[in-house]
């Protein structure tokens, strides 16, 4: 595949990604410089590997609505967060660095409270990331987070959710950090159960399932 860099676009197709490898950390830096923040790629940097893709629309249709539910469920539950969407999160300590499809502060909010200014190198990472997989990603993203210290990864894959707690790697688990007594595996099917609705319809009825619970 031919990809070029031009203008601070990434000419690839939804669906598509690219692989470079012997990237270094500034080459790194120059590039997510040169794409800019306004764009539809997603870019991950793994020790000199470097992947950019382009999500599919279904994997922005699973990425949006699991996340507003997810912003639902902590405002029914009466629990303060911020949403920091797909910022670029790097740590050149690590060599490491990825951009989530949705991610959230909730237990180190009061560490980043009120800035926009949020640096790895001496800031906590975000309490709780999702990642959409609905294209065969090249670079292992848990192995990214652990290196940032991310505590919990939720990845939707294939219409299930798939729970992930950091202890010295990623271990699976059937709940939730941030939502332990909340059965956040079935936001999924809830969703498809859903599909025909429209987003605010979506989001009340979630609202009034979190509360039946």
């Known amino acids: 595949m031919t990809v070029t860099?031009?203008?601070?676009?990434?000419?690839?197709?939804?669906?598509?990604?690219?692989?470079?490898?012997?990237?270094t950390w500034s080459q790194f830096e120059e590039i997510l410089a040169e794409l800019g923040e306004h764009?539809?790629?997603?870019?991950?940097?793994?020790?000199?590997?470097?992947?950019?893709?382009?999500?599919?629309?279904?994997?922005?249709?699973?990425?949006?609505?699991?996340?507003d539910l997810i912003q639902?469920?902590?405002?029914?539950?009466?629990?303060?967060?911020?949403?920091?969407?797909?910022?670029?999160?790097?740590?050149?300590?690590?060599?490491?660095?990825?951009?989530?499809?949705?991610?959230?502060?909730i237990q180190s909010l009061?560490?980043?409270?009120?800035?926009?200014?949020?640096?790895?190198?001496?800031?906590?990472?975000?309490?709780?990331?999702?990642?959409?997989?609905?294209?065969?990603?090249?670079?292992?993203r848990l192995q990214i987070y652990s290196r940032l210290g991310v505590p919990e990864v939720w990845r939707y894959d294939q219409g299930q959710l798939w729970l992930y707690h950091l202890v010295e790697e990623y271990v699976e688990t059937e709940s939730s950090l941030t939502f332990p007594e909340f059965p956040v595996k079935r936001i999924p099917?809830?969703?498809?159960?859903?599909l025909m609705t429209g987003r605010t319809a979506l989001r009340r009825r979630f609202r009034e399932w979190v509360r039946s619970l």
Not at 5 to 23: D, K, N, R, Y
Not at 82 to 99: L, P, R
Not at 111 to 137: C, F, H, S, Y
């Open 5 to 23: 860099i031009e203008f601070g676009q990434l000419m690839l197709s939804p669906g598509q990604s690219v692989l470079l490898s012997g990237m």
């Open 39 to 67: 764009r539809a790629n997603r870019i991950a940097y793994d020790q000199g590997m470097l992947e950019i893709m382009v999500p599919l629309p279904e994997h922005e249709y699973f990425k949006s609505s699991i996340g």
């Open 72 to 105: 639902d469920l902590a405002e029914e539950l009466g629990i303060e967060y911020e949403c920091f969407g797909s910022t670029t999160w790097k740590k050149q300590e690590k060599m490491a660095g990825a951009e989530p499809d949705e991610c959230f502060y």
């Open 110 to 140: 009061p560490a980043i409270l009120g800035r926009l200014d949020i640096d790895l190198n001496q800031d906590p990472p975000p309490d709780l990331v999702l990642e959409v997989d609905m294209t065969n990603k090249s670079l292992n």
């Open 189 to 194: 099917d809830f969703v498809k159960q859903n």
